[in-house]
């Protein structure tokens, strides 16, 4: 097997884990390389205080076999937002085999004009917005779409990350990637989504949420415009 190039695309204010989470399942894929790709070489902060150090910039960076874009609604308004960005996750799309977003990193795939008429899913906050990106919203927390694959919010990514593993390099391999990180989850809470979460954790949240998708709105409007 060849060696396979994974690149990670950040930017300032990402949610951390949305890029953490499947980079640690897939920097295990056997004959791999995983790139860590921003504007530069600086440490770019995530949305929790942790810089993150890339090993590649748009400029350098090789020709990726597949290119994961993470979310983060802050990082996102301003990513959406950079033509230089945008122009590098479509140029590096053209050629790859797998087209990959995590949580809300599915809006930079759409301003980059990736998601028309496609299949996808995204944080549960936000998948009204898809549409203005020409997306269909299909509920799952991994979405498929031909070379296209989409994942739900943020601890989303690691199931992303297992089942391309597991496309890639067969089941075996992602069982004993996933047995080796002892992914096993037993939350003490059942409320992961607003399907079974309480009316009044959803309460609690509500807020937050509704002023996060009208600041994502307003970005997609003036990056749609741009």
């Known amino acids: 097997m060849s060696n396979f190039n994974l690149g990670f695309v950040i930017f300032p ?9 499947p980079f640690q399942v897939l920097a295990r894929l056997p004959h791999s390389t995983t790139h860590i790709v921003a504007k530069s070489n600086a440490a770019v902060p ?26 983060g609604v802050t990082g996102v308004i301003g990513a959406i937002g950079d033509q230089e960005t945008i122009a590098f ?3 590096q799309a053209a050629g790859a085999k797998y087209v990959t977003s995590v949580c809300t990193g599915a809006f930079l795939l759409g301003i980059a004009g990736l998601l028309k008429g496609r299949r996808v899913t995204t944080h549960w906050a936000y998948t009204d917005l ?32 297992l089942s391309v593993v597991a496309e890639i390099a067969g089941e075996t391999t992602a069982r004993a990637i996933q047995l080796g990180i002892e992914y096993n ?5 059942d409320c992961g989504h607003p399907d079974w979460a309480p009316e009044h954790v959803k309460l609690a949240v509500s807020d937050r949420y509704e002023r996060a998708n009208s600041a994502l709105r307003a970005g997609i409007e003036r990056a749609t415009k741009i």
Request: glycine share 14%.
């Open 46 to 71: 995530s949305d929790c205080g942790l810089s993150l150090l890339p090993t590649h910039t748009f400029a350098n960076c090789p020709g990726l076999d597949l290119i994961c874009i993470p979310g």
């Open 130 to 161: 898809l549409s203005l990106v020409g997306a269909t919203y299909e509920k799952g927390r991994i979405v498929r779409d031909g070379n296209l694959i989409t994942a739900g919010g943020v601890t989303a990514g690691i199931d992303f990350g």
């Open 185 to 189: 989850p037993a939350p003490p809470f």
């Open 13 to 21: 204010d990402l949610t951390q884990l949305d890029l953490t989470g």
């Open 89 to 91: 996750v479509r140029r």
